[in-house]
DNA sequence: CATGAATGAGTGTTCATTCAT
DNA sequence: TATGAATGAACACTCATTCAT
């Protein structure tokens, strides 16, 4: 059936230029003729491959939480502990182009999904699941010594997520302050003092050279 | 002698009613209508008060800084240093229905800084302000030997600022997982690592002198 | 009784104001607020001198009108024949300041008169009654062997009228080409042209040198 | 394959139902939902066709001159001289349904145009056409000895463009008085002076001689 | 008398949605 | 499948009008 799989490509190439759309005039200020604009496609085809509005853009977000769990799969594999941490938490900062437009466009939602919660499809979702992979990272990393096992990896995890959506918005709303360098400097400052705290001195200094030189 | 209203307290009645509307319905799902439903006036006398719709959304806006900065007067007298700044943050977070509402209607602004800073009246001013009085107050407690003076302030300032805004945005997000009692036990125990690491053991000082030297 | 005075004053001030109003922003581009702001005064007072708008705007016509005739009975007075038809012709172009505001109001007036001349108070009153002392006139300028008794003298004041009105008219739309001075020869000679074909070469000479002199 | 429509004849007969609207309640007069309703359609098909409100006023404004254009163009070929400036002079007169309803349009259009010329598109472009096309004729007159050569025929053809306009205001403000027969006689009696002049006694040929010297 | 606060109907305009082609 | 014509409700905003002071 290649009809199907040309109506999947399609939909995500739509979606695709949702996220742009979004990304640049907000979730509200997004109308459908804008987004039919940004596709190049005509404001009726939106119609067949969407319910409504609200399926479009419920469907957008869906995508990029399937894109962002698909990436998280594939930089994870082969990583445990805190090496896999590490790669996880810098993965959620928009450090570059791709995840920059990410953020905007989910920022837009989580300040929709503040308001009604009911409404939206997947209530907060990444969230949920980004602290779920937190806990179990700093977990592994705790048994393996390389986090201090007296702290909770919950209460650990929250700290984390924290920084990680704070500096996200703060990098969208100041970039001439926090930078992307700086952004990335400072979530690896605060894994070190996690780590250190485990080590002690001269672990600490050995694994903070070795990021020094990663970057 | 025309009918006397005190001018200046019916428009900060009326602003107050157009921030539980835009924490209700957000900032574009916030229509005139509604706002003067909210006031309990007719849609006629927002128009004597302010000159259209962004004007009273810039007004909002306005008081709600204002508002913040007040009460950041008052909290802060007779305060310095590390007291000083646990206060501050902690202010900063929505641990009560009044900051809930605060917050609520400020991510709501952020969320649209985010797209066109240049439309928007004072860009995220909260956040440039809010910083440089961590830095001042971390400058202070460092002096007074509560904080490690080899940390960068800046650097700190950015990391709790990270923290509150990454909390307030979760605890909206997912109340039941970030309570407010979690938020603020979370805060003052990063706080406390901050006073730890100034008065306690060797390995830590060691460390975070390293990791000044690193940058 | 003072007080009356005083009023009938107020009134004719605020109406000299909506007709400044009028001829900057039309007839319905001119709003309460508008008219009130080129008084001085506040938006109530003109419910106090006048019922409702069409009130006022109608008041102001017939203040124009009975100015317009005011102004007639003053220039005509001593004046008989085809001098008086001169000057009344004359009195009724847009020459000046002041009449060109006249007319600009006035046209106004007329192009709703077009449309419902039943709201409209004396319809194009100042139509008929000019051309009724024109007729008058043109009539004594036969008595008197200045025009040619020949030609009916209502044809001859539609005429005249058509020239008024047409030359008003296309003054304002292009002060460029029909200057003041252009509708001025162009009128007188029109009248030369009804005095000559009644004296023939001798008298129609001397008019016109007479005329020259004049101005 | 989209439901197909002949845009530029739905254009048309949008702008026509606009001329109607226009022409009974005026050119402010005239609202989005009144033309919506003279057409037939809903107010939303109004946006399909054009921009805003002033492209609508615009574009009727632009048809109607073309049409008015269109049938010069067709009523003078094969003519010159005074029987094309009498077929031009008749055809500007509102001296049938259609061109009434064309003069009312036009007349709530100049009454605009005298206030703010720069927002008016093509500034009163019928009067300059107008008059530039009567100086052609009543030059080719004079030429052909059918008028006067000793006369401006800028003068003339102001003096015609006056009457034409002057008699369409009257006619429309007073029909009573100004019937179309009466407006067509009268035009014609002054096309006849002028033909009489050229034509006829030494008298007349002289005083006119003598007139242009005067200037 | 005079003020200007308050009203609410009406405006132009935008836009999600439907549907005939 | 894809189009874009058509709809009509909802929006921000203006304004004549009323009325308590």
Redesign the pocket.
């Known amino acids: 059936m290649p009809?199907t799989v040309?109506?999947e490509v399609?939909r995500e190439e739509l979606l695709e230029a949702v996220w742009r759309v979004v990304a640049r005039d907000g979730l509200?200020?997004?109308?459908?003729?804008?987004?039919?604009q940004e596709t190049g496609?005509?404001?009726?085809?939106?119609?067949?491959?969407f319910?409504?509005?609200?399926?479009?853009l419920v469907s957008a977000v869906d995508l990029a939480l399937q894109r962002i769990e698909a990436r998280w799969e594939s930089q994870l594999s082969g990583l445990r502990g805190l090496s896999a941490l590490r790669s996880l938490v810098l993965d959620n900062l928009p450090l570059d182009a791709e995840r920059e437009l990410e953020t905007k466009f989910l920022m837009n939602y989580w300040s929709r999904a503040i308001r009604d919660r009911e409404r939206v499809p997947r209530p907060a979702r990444r969230g949920p699941e980004l602290i779920d992979r937190l806990i179990e990272l700093i977990r592994e990393a705790q048994q393996d010594g390389e986090i201090d096992a007296g702290r909770s990896p919950e209460d650990i995890a929250e700290m984390l997520l924290g920084l990680i959506d704070g500096f996200s918005l703060h990098s969208l709303l100041d970039p001439g302050r926090l930078t992307r360098e700086r952004q990335a400097r400072l979530i690896e400052a605060e894994l070190d003092r996690l780590t250190c705290e485990a080590n002690g001195v001269a672990a600490g200094r050995d694994v903070s050279t070795q990021r020094v030189r990663r970057h």
Do not use: F, N, P
């Open positions: 009809k040309d109506h399609r509200e200020g997004a109308t459908i003729r804008g987004m039919a496609w005509s404001v009726g085809v939106l119609a067949h491959y319910k409504d509005k609200d399926d479009i």
